[in-house]
Every structure is written in structure tokens, then in C-alpha cells.
């Protein structure tokens, strides 16, 4: 028996919601890996905040929440870059799912923004058959896995062709450091994003912006940050791919980090190969979904599942 429809009222999130956004989302994600047999991902509370503020503070109607009865049940979370239109946050509580709020909220989170004239949705997609449901529905289709890789930094980092050269100070975005990640970012992944650069350089212990030198010749571009988290990144060639993340973990060894994590498209043969080459572990699958294939996946690192 399908159950009866929720009443909801939907509307754009503002910033006393975000705390009750982050309840949403721990619970919904724990029932999640409970349903599909995988431990449940360890977050630290107030964690997603910063993202959120970004968020709010960029994307602010992409930004949604469903309330039922004064309490955010769902939200949504859409943010536009270029023609680019990623679902960054796609979560409801476990209490208030499969009863049609999700298809009207992902419907909003889309429209509300006004996305131009051939704009491309995507997603980092959860293995949720309601989720996947709704995506292929609202026009993106499966295109590649993608991983979250992650574990203890091996104490010898294979070597590296590439030698990462630091541009910019440790947790500030520079111009000619935007300038550089912006080229390969319009190269393979369709799109510069200046204000997404300078907040994962800023946020929380920060980061460093890497330009990567083949033989002296710029063929590419990481961000390593503090956390531990490696990427966005690019490079010219896929198969100096697997080189990137070897050269970007040495960085991470000088940073003095213990351990690293990575989101690695399956179509990016060379880092996927790298990463477990290393020893790396899966911490999380989830499928690369658009409605088109955007610039090269084989030659680019994401910046996050929130952020791509
Ligand atoms: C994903 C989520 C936000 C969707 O919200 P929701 O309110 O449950 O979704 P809705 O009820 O509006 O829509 C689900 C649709 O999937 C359809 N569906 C459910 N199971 C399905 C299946 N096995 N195959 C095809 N369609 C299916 C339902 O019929 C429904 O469509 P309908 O209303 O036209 O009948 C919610 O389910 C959730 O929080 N899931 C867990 C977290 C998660 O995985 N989030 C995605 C992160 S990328």
C-alpha cells in the first residue's frame, strides 16, 4: 500500500535552518548504510556547516527545504556553475520518505535558481532506489562510478613524474593560483569556479593549490587540504593521472597528514589505479549521473561529493 502523500510547505532554506539540515542528513545517511549493509559513516557535528553556508551564500534558491508541522523533514541543495547545475544534497528523514515530498522539493531545488538555456543537471548519486528513481526521471543517467577513497598515508609514496609546486599561501585562494585551476577546470570540467576554489582553500584548516610541472612544462593543477582531502585536480594527460595523486601525496606527507581521502571517478583509470596501488581503501560508492558526459573524468580529480 503506497502511503499517503506528506503535507509540506517548501521554501528556501535560511540560516537557522541549517543546523536541523545537518540532523536530516546524519539520520537519513545512517538508515541508509543500515538498509544497505554499510558501516555508518563517522561525521563530526557541525561539520557540514561551512558547506552549507556556502552554499546559502552562493546558490541561495537552490538551497530548500520541505517543513512538515514547523520541522524541516527533507532538503535539497542544487549549486550552478557555468551551464552546470550539480545536486549537491538530496536527504529527507527516514520517517518521511517514498510519500512524493522528494519529487517536489528536487523539483524546486532545480527550477528556483532559473538555470540558462542548456544547462546540464548532475548528481554524485547514493545507491537509494527512490533517489536513482528520481534522477533518471529529471534527465540524468549513469555515466561512470565514483568512489570515495580513502586511509592512512603509506610511509613510502611511490614516485611521482610530476613535481607539484605550491602557488598561493596555505588557506587563501591567489589570483594567479584561480587563474591556473580555472584553465583545466574549463578543459575538463566544463567550468571555472572561482568562488568554490577560495572556499576549499579557506574552510575549515584549509589548503594548499599545487601547480603540477611535467619536466617544467604547467600540465596541471591539485588542491591538497588539510583534512586530509586530495583534489579538485586535472591534468593534461590521463596517463599522468596516477602520477598526480602520487606527486599529491607526497605534499601530504610534508604537510604531516596521517591520513588522506580522495573522490575518484571510476573512469579515472590512472588515481583509481594509484590509490590502490597504495593501499587505499572504499569508504563510500556512489554513481556519476548527467545528462550529458562533462569534460574528461579520466584526467580529473573531484573536489568533493558536494562540490565536484
Ligand atoms: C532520496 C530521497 C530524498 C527522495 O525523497 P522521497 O520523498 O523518498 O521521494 P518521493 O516519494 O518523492 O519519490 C520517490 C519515487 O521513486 C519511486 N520509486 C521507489 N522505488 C522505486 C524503484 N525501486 N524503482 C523505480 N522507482 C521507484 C516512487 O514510486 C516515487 O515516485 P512516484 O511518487 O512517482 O510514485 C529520500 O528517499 C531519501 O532521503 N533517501 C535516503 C538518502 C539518499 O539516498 N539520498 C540521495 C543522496 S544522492
Known amino acids: 500500500v503506497k502511503p499517503a502523500p506528506l ?7 535560511r540560516e537557522r535552518d541549517l543546523a536541523a539540515c545537518e540532523q536530516v542528513f546524519l539520520s537519513s545517511m545512517r538508515d541508509l548504510s543500515r538498509r544497505k549493509g554499510f558501516p555508518a559513516p563517522r561525521f563530526r557535528p557541525g561539520g557540514l556547516l561551512p558547506f552549507f553556508r556556502h552554499a546559502l551564500r552562493t546558490d541561495p534558491k537552490g538551497f530548500q527545504v520541505a517543513v512538515h508541522r514547523g520541522r524541516v523533514v527533507m532538503f535539497a541543495i542544487t549549486i550552478l556553475r557555468a551551464r552546470w547545475h ?5 536527504f529527507g528523514l527516514p520517517g518521511k520518505q517514498s510519500r512524493g515530498v522528494g519529487k517536489r522539493l528536487l523539483a524546486r531545488a532545480f527550477d528556483e535558481p532559473r538555470p540558462p538555456k542548456g544547462h546540464v543537471r548532475s548528481v554524485l548519486a547514493s545507491p537509494d532506489h527512490r533517489a536513482q528513481a528520481l534522477y533518471i526521471r529529471f534527465g540524468m543517467l549513469p555515466r561512470s562510478m565514483c568512489y570515495l577513497i580513502g586511509g592512512k598515508l603509506p610511509k613510502h609514496v611511490p614516485a611521482s613524474q610530476l613535481d607539484l609546486r605550491q602557488v598561493g599561501p596555505h588557506g587563501r585562494a ?6 591556473l585551476a580555472g584553465r583545466f577546470d574549463l578543459r ?3 567550468a571555472r569556479r572561482d568562488l568554490d576554489q577560495r572556499y576549499l582553500l579557506s574552510a575549515g584548516k584549509g589548503g594548499r593549490m599545487f601547480e603540477a610541472l611535467l ?18 585536480g586535472a591534468v593534461t594527460r590521463a596517463d599522468l593521472s596516477g602520477d598526480l595523486i602520487f606527486a599529491a601525496m ?8 596521517a591520513r588522506i581521502v580522495a573522490w575518484i571517478p571510476g573512469l579515472n583509470e590512472g588515481a583509481l589505479r594509484a590509490a590502490f596501488g597504495a593501499g587505499l581503501h572504499i569508504e563510500a560508492t556512489t554513481v556519476w549521473m548527467a545528462q550529458k558526459d562533462v569534460g574528461d573524468l579520466r584526467r580529473y580529480l573531484p573536489a568533493s561529493g558536494v562540490l565536484f
Open 7 to 13: 503535507e509540506v510547505t517548501i521554501r528556501p532554506a
Open 86 to 90: 550539480f545536486l549537491a544534497m538530496f
Open 174 to 179: 591567489t589570483r594567479a593560483g584561480l587563474a
Open 188 to 190: 575538463f570540467r566544463e
Open 215 to 232: 619536466a617544467h612544462e604547467t600540465v596541471g593543477y591539485v588542491v591538497v587540504r588539510a583534512n586530509g582531502a586530495i583534489g579538485p
Open 250 to 257: 607526497g605534499k601530504a606527507r610534508e604537510m604531516g597528514l
